[in-house]
């Protein structure tokens, strides 16, 4: 047994670790090791990656890729394959990955299983979208080939199924063509969340990727900074050699508060709208600017960090968003990372699919124990209200009711389930 934590770094509970290496021993490991989960890069925030007790299949070792397609655009690959990988050897061959989240990395089977989105929903939807197929290996030996086409309710059941199906090992996915490595990219400021709502709508047609950061500490004006990207063409420049640090050590205390978060968001604000306007980039840096900092979740000192992510209804958006930006203004706490878009108007290829159309909210906050909690819970009744969903991918404390009524196809998920797998998050919010 030895500690695992998530991302958030709240608990370090002990887990047997198993190590998957051969796909042809996969069958017989899960067998052998059960109840268990499969565990990636554990980028996942709360608990949905941490079985505390139990059994953790470690699945990064399953980082071959199979066979790629040039006509198509069809790779397939193992399920702990990076994502990261998969973009630098393809990027440079005309082909990219549809959608990544804000890091690069996490595996293949991490983004299945969470269905992760990224700053182009409106345009290419959630990663699922553009999985051809998958081969999911269940602990009882039973192996199900599924896809959109082929046992679409597997299919449907796995993709966002937090891992709760069986073990993924291995993906057909449809990588789309690219001209580079660049974009091309315009910064705008926005004053309030109408401003916000008008550049989100304005750039839908004409942008494929949009994100915001948002000031949460200004109260529920909502001022923020606008991003937007296309990919570019004719752009002939080396990538840039850009320096990738690591967060050295866990400081006493979190560096993320009172007396660091307004000048810091201020500072962040003010700087970013000095350089607004137009610009080229580098994939890497507009996509995952985290990344360059390694271990950058130990900033928040012993205790670890919560992230709250939610998503509401476009038609109670403004209403919702604000409400939460008082609570937030009023508790005293904040967030550097604060990102604010909107989803566009898809249907999600998961039964238990995050995304949704409507406008996400993500925060990152200190754990300062019951405090903290109290102001979730004071979100959560914003987020009840107004008809939305937390992302399970990001917590570590959603209340089961919460969980229960944003996802009204839980229950038909609970069908395929696999008895032999159990997660912290499924115990919390499923019962087993």
């Known amino acids: 047994m030895r500690p695992v934590s998530s991302w958030g770094r709240l608990s370090a509970d002990p887990h047997q670790v198993v190590m998957l290496r051969e796909r042809s021993g996969i069958a017989a490991a899960l067998a052998a090791h059960r109840p268990g989960l499969a565990h990636g890069m554990g980028r996942s925030y709360g608990d949905a990656c941490l079985n505390p007790g139990g059994i953790l299949w470690n699945t990064t070792a399953l980082d071959h890729l199979i066979s790629f397609d040039e006509a198509t655009g069809m790779l397939v690959c193992e399920a702990g394959v990076l994502l990261r990988d998969i973009q630098r050897l393809m990027i440079p061959r005309g082909w ?120 949460c500490i200004a109260g529920d004006g909502g001022r923020g900074i606008f991003m937007r990207a296309n990919p570019a063409t004719g752009v002939d420049a080396p990538a840039p050699k850009g320096k990738v640090r690591t967060m050295p050590l866990v400081p006493p205390i979190s560096m993320v508060n009172q007396l660091t978060l307004r000048p810091f968001n201020m500072a962040y604000f003010h700087m970013k709208k000095w350089k607004a306007g137009r610009g080229v980039a580098h994939y890497e840096s507009f996509f995952y600017p985290l990344d360059n900092l390694l271990e950058w979740n130990r900033m928040y000192g012993p205790r670890g960090f919560f992230q709250y992510q939610s998503v509401v209804p476009r038609e109670n958006g403004r209403e919702a968003t604000a409400a939460m930006l008082r609570e937030i203004a009023r508790s005293g706490d904040g967030s550097f990372l604060a990102v604010l878009k909107t989803f566009g108007d898809r249907q999600a290829p998961g039964m238990l699919s995050f995304a949704q159309p409507g406008v996400t909210l993500a925060l990152d906050f200190a754990n300062r124990g019951e405090r903290t909690l109290k102001l979730f819970e004071r979100l959560d009744a914003v987020v009840r209200e107004a008809g939305g969903r937390l992302y399970p991918a990001k917590d570590a404390r959603m209340p089961r009711d919460l969980f229960e009524t944003g996802y009204p196809r839980l229950h038909e998920f609970l069908n395929y389930r696999d008895p032999g797998i159990s997660s912290a998050l499924s115990r919390r919010l499923i019962g087993v």
């Not at 991490?110 to 929903?121: P, R």
């Not at 030996?141 to 937090?162: K, R, S």
């Open 96 to 215: 990219t990955l549809p959608v990544t989240p804000g890091t690069q990395l996490v595996t293949v089977g991490g983004a299945i299983a969470n269905d992760v989105h990224g700053k182009n929903h409106h345009v290419h939807g959630s990663f699922g979208d553009h999985v051809l197929r998958l081969r999911l290996l269940r602990t009882d030996g039973e192996v199900i080939e599924c896809g959109p086409d082929l046992m679409p309710d597997w299919f449907a059941a796995t993709v966002g199924g937090l891992g709760l199906t069986g073990v993924v090992t291995e993906a057909a996915i449809r990588l789309r063509r690219i001209s580079g490595p660049w974009l091309d990219t315009e910064t705008l400021p926005y004053a309030n969340l109408d401003e916000f709502f008008r550049l989100a709508d304005d750039s839908e047609a004409g942008w494929e990727h949009t994100v915001s950061w948002i000031d």
